[in-house]
């Protein structure tokens, strides 16, 4: 998955939104969880691609939409 520009977010709707955050920590905690047990990862830059892409999405909620999560 590449990276998701500001531009392309901004154009989804509150539910796709929602929806590929979800989809976003899911793949993060796999990540993660592969740190933890000491797996080799393929891209190591891509944690950090995730977790500003869920910071993007919450701004835009929160921004456009006034929503908590």
Do not use: F, H
């Not at 796999?30 to 950090?48: A, C, D, F, G, H």
């Not at 929160?62 to 999560?69: E, T, V």
């Amino acid at each position: 998955m590449a990276i998701i520009k500001k531009y392309e977010l901004n154009k989804m709707s509150k539910e796709e939104l929602i929806k590929k955050l979800k989809e976003l920590k899911e793949e993060l905690l796999k990540l993660e969880m592969q740190v933890q047990m000491k797996r080799p990862i393929k891209n190591t830059s891509r944690r950090r691609e995730i977790r500003r892409t869920i910071a993007r999405i919450l701004t835009i909620l929160n921004n456009k939409y006034k929503i908590k999560i």
